[in-house]
């Protein structure tokens, strides 16, 4: 897969941010010493951490360089370096491992989330956000576009394209048996989108990816056309003629005992 755009992801930079600012609200950390920042991206979710807790020694990880380059560039205070969630381990015990709409990239969750909780220091926090619409329609659209022709041979198992979630309750019987408290919710996001474009914009910056990268230039046009209007019929226009988009997401937040 190519590497990330960073700009083409931070055209919907405020959306993808609130998100990020509600879980860190429900981290129960009144200060810490190290944190860090998984799949920080361009560095949106790190300048709220760093903002947070002042004096902090925040480390952001990412496995593109250009979207650490942009946030080196957003945010010389902090440190970036480039890993592998999948292979990640800290240095040193944080008190705050949070990971903003970067998981649901990972495989294996049954054995990920467990390794970094306990990875953590005594009373720290994983904090997890991550998108799970993928059965709204504009992931179901992907789905079926990638198995038709003449997209399929090239796209190939579209299922294996991104990582399937537990359920909520699940990730909950992951951590509750060790941690100190286990707070889950889930979110129903609903953005207000200009045209049946900009909801293609915006997930050409992330769940579209694997999709698109796949395919030559003449079938990424053709696959784009042939999703754009799909999801226009999926998602009519509301009374002031914008689009509305639900966007699901799952919130993690467990604290490890003291």
């Known amino acids: 897969m190519l590497d990330w755009n960073p700009a083409l992801y931070r055209r919907y930079e405020d959306e993808r941010t609130r998100p990020a600012q509600e879980l860190l609200a429900r981290v129960p950390l009144a200060r810490a010493a190290q944190v860090v920042d998984l799949g920080c991206g361009p560095g949106n979710s790190t300048e709220l951490l760093v903002q947070r807790f002042d004096g902090a020694t925040v480390v952001g990880t990412d496995n593109s360089e250009a979207m650490l380059a942009s946030a080196r560039e957003r945010l010389p205070q902090a440190h970036f370096e480039l890993s592998d969630i999948a292979t990640w381990r800290p240095e040193s015990p944080p008190d705050l491992i949070y990971a903003n ?32 619409n993928r059965q709204e329609a504009t992931h179901r659209l992907m789905r079926e576009l990638a198995a038709e022709a003449p997209w399929a041979q090239a796209i190939g198992d579209a299922d294996k394209l991104r990582t399937l979630l537990l359920s909520i309750d699940g990730y909950y019987d992951l951590l509750a048996a060790d941690a100190a408290k286990v707070d889950v919710w889930r979110t129903a996001y609903q953005h207000p989108m200009v045209s049946a474009a900009a909801i293609v914009e915006w997930v050409r910056g992330t769940g579209l990816r694997p999709f698109v990268d796949r395919l030559p230039p003449d079938l990424q046009a053709s696959y784009l056309a042939e999703y754009e209007r799909r999801v226009a019929e999926a998602y009519p226009p509301r009374t002031d003629g914008r689009l509305l988009l639900a966007f699901p997401r799952m919130f993690i937040v467990a604290q490890r005992k003291s």
């Open 101 to 132: 709409a970067a998981l649901q990239w990972v495989p294996g969750h049954e054995t990920l989330i467990p390794r970094l909780f306990a990875a953590l220091a005594p009373g720290g926090v994983l904090a997890i956000q991550m998108p799970d």
